[in-house]
T-cell receptor
């Protein structure tokens, strides 16, 4: 079975540009999570969705960040305008519905570098 | 405040040696704890989890972890390390929600 698929794997862009990260969750999973991983702060939950609806976005750092899930098989995380401090690895994860005890399955991440 | 601490940033062990990675949590009620492993360039993979019951939990790849409430710890162990175990290991905690709190990770190096 295909796991969580993220694209692109690497993104290098200049400060001020718009960045869009994409995620395809595992088919049948009702929960989708976006995380950011940095050396300084480790792995942080940014936002998560249930059945395409954002449930908790308290981890989104500021208004420059936005996330959408237009359907059950696709989600985007957008940064506009991007800044050098946004450089990090961004992970998407998904899990089955029913209970938070269901394990979260992670994608391989997008390594973002803002110059 | 709820938090997870992994005191060791780096650990180096020889292949075949035993391994223990430390994890401490801060939470006033029953914690729900996980260990994940991250290989270079990949996402996190769940090794094991503790929710209740037996405090010694078995996971994949020969790993186990022991929950000790008195010490607020959930240390990961493996009796004999293989070179393929070199990776970064994350302890995570939740109070019973979808919001997991991750430790900062321990990078394991295995010497041949």
């Amino acid at each position: 079975d295909a796991g969580v698929i993220q694209s692109p794997r690497h993104e290098v862009t200049e400060m001020g540009q718009e960045v869009t990260l994409r995620c395809k969750p595992i088919s049948g999973h009702d929960y989708l999570f976006w995380y950011r991983q940095t050396m300084m702060r480790g792995l942080e939950l940014l936002i998560y969705f249930n059945n395409n609806v954002p449930i908790d976005d308290s981890g989104m750092p500021e208004d420059r960040f936005s996330a959408k899930m237009p359907n059950a098989s696709f989600s985007t995380l957008k940064i506009q305008p991007s800044e050098p401090r946004d450089s990090a690895v961004y992970f998407c994860a998904s899990s089955l519905a029913g209970s938070w005890e269901q394990p979260q399955h992670f994608g391989d991440g997008t390594r973002l570098s803002i110059l | 405040a709820q938090s997870v601490t992994q005191p060791d940033i780096h650990i180096t062990v020889s292949e075949g040696a035993s391994l223990e990675l430390r994890c401490n949590y801060s939470y006033g009620a029953t914690p729900y704890l996980f260990w994940y492993v991250q290989s270079p360039g990949q996402g996190l993979q769940l090794l094991l989890k503790y929710f209740s019951g037996d405090t010694l939990v078995q996971g994949i790849k020969g790993f186990e972890a022991e929950f000790k409430r008195s010490q607020s710890s959930f240390n990961l162990r493996k009796p004999s390390v293989h070179w393929s175990d070199a990776a970064e290991y994350f302890c995570a905690f939740t109070s019973g929600t979808y919001k997991y709190i991750f430790g900062t990770g321990t990078r394991l190096k295995v010497l041949a």
